[in-house]
């Protein structure tokens, strides 16, 4: 019913730059929230920020101050601008939504996952 798809991932040096982009498709009545989580290989995923319809933003301590999550509402896009990236903020980065699906009937909230996209700091 919706599709998340990531891009803008790939390998930087340490102290560089990365935007992430995510793009909802579908069956979209709204997004309710969106955001972005990673994980590392063996680790568990973990929060890396997050951006509700209000506006509101969660950031992990890890990013604070570094990343920046952002959205286009009307292109149902959301981005993450990571800026002076650490070798630790290896890992494959996921796209989140919470989304109120439209099928037939009232709409009804669903959250979606993307395939994922990796980004590697490394010299």
């Known amino acids: 019913q919706v599709q998340l798809v990531e891009s803008g991932g790939g390998l930087v040096q340490p102290g560089g730059s990365l935007r992430l982009s995510c793009a909802a498709s579908g069956s979209i009545f709204s997004i309710n929230a969106m955001g972005w989580y990673r994980q590392a290989p063996g680790k568990q995923r973990e929060l890396v920020a997050t951006?509700?319809?209000?506006?509101?933003?969660n950031y992990a301590d890890s990013v604070k101050g570094r990343f920046t999550i952002s959205r286009d509402n009307a292109m149902n896009t959301a981005y993450l601008q990571m800026n002076s990236l650490k070798p630790e903020d290896t890992a494959v980065y996921y796209c989140?939504?919470?989304?109120?699906?439209?099928?037939?009937?009232?709409?009804?909230?669903?959250?979606?996952w993307g395939q994922g996209t990796q980004v590697t700091v490394s010299s």
């Open positions: 989140h939504a919470v989304v109120m699906v439209v099928t037939t009937g009232s709409p009804w909230e669903n959250d979606y």
């Open positions: 951006l509700t319809s209000r506006g509101l933003t």
